[in-house]
T-cell receptor, first 114, second 117 residues
Framework: NAGVTQTPKFRILKIGQSMTLQCTQD?????MYWYRQDPGMGLKLIYYSVGAGITDKGEVPNGYNVSRSTTEDFPLRLELAAPSQTSVYFC?????????????FGSGTRLTVV | AQKVTQAQTEISVVEKEDVTLDCVYETRDTTYYLFWYKQPPSGELVFLIR??????QNEISGRYSWNFQKSTSSFNFTITASQVVDSAVYFCALTGEENNAGNMLTFGGGTRLMVKP
């Protein structure tokens, strides 16, 4: 049981480039989330999804896009990368909201935009 | 809007000392859930506990204990007889109806705990 898998683990982008951060879960969870963690800060929600075909904005969605074509996958797209998007990105999932055993987080993707 | 405040940005203790990490929250919801996560130097997020707003009983798990007080909107975390392996950043987080249907977590800024041998 792999849980939540994020790829890549590290990436350096040049300003203006685009990329997709991949997130896959094998627990048949309905809810999936993308957070970013800036240095020395807590996590902030970028986008979330409550099921396939349904996505919604979180606290800091500007500069990002998501899709949820399947239950398992929830990719995060960065268009026109900017230095302000340098951060660690975490994908998370849960069977339902506020789960008793907590949300399951991936190991993170460290992105640097130069 | 919901808010979680961890006023202690960094705490340093010597091994075997007890240490309490503070968490204060704000919410208009009557039903809400509080979480603690540990982020060791390796970077992953490790779930420690979930508490719902109707359960004010304190919780103890080995050297860890949690004190939930609705009257002061606090959910503090105590590590007894700290060990070097407890060195990490600890996050308090909150979700509830105000966070809409997605039950997304609102995180505090985290407390970095350093336990010295």
């Amino acid at each position: 049981n792999a849980g939540v898998t994020q790829t890549p683990k590290f990436r350096i982008l040049k300003i203006g480039q685009s990329m997709t951060l991949q997130c896959t879960q094998d627990m048949n969870h309905n809810y999936m989330y993308w957070y970013r963690q800036d240095p020395g800060m807590g996590l902030k929600l970028i986008y979330y999804s409550v099921g396939a075909g349904i996505t919604d904005k979180g606290e800091v969605p500007n500069g990002y896009n998501v899709s949820r074509s399947t239950t398992e996958d929830f990719p995060l797209r960065l268009e026109l990368a900017a230095p302000s998007q340098t951060s660690v990105y975490f994908c998370a999932s849960s069977l339902a909201g506020a789960p008793v055993d907590g949300y399951t987080f991936g190991s993170g993707t460290r992105l640097t935009v130069v | 809007a919901q808010k979680v405040t961890q006023a202690q940005t960094e705490i340093s203790v010597v091994e075997k000392e007890d240490v309490t990490l503070d968490c204060v929250y704000e919410t208009r919801d009557t039903t809400y859930y509080l979480f603690w996560y540990k982020q060791p130097p390796s970077g992953e997020l490790v779930f420690l506990i979930r508490r719902n707003s109707f359960d004010e009983q304190n919780e103890i798990s080995g050297r860890y204990s949690w004190n939930f007080q609705k009257s002061t909107s606090s959910f503090n975390f105590t590590i007894t007889a700290s060990q070097v392996v407890d060195s990490a950043v600890y996050f308090c987080a909150l979700t509830g109806e105000e966070n809409n249907a997605g039950n997304m977590l609102t995180f505090g800024g985290g407390t970095r705990l350093m336990v010295k041998p």
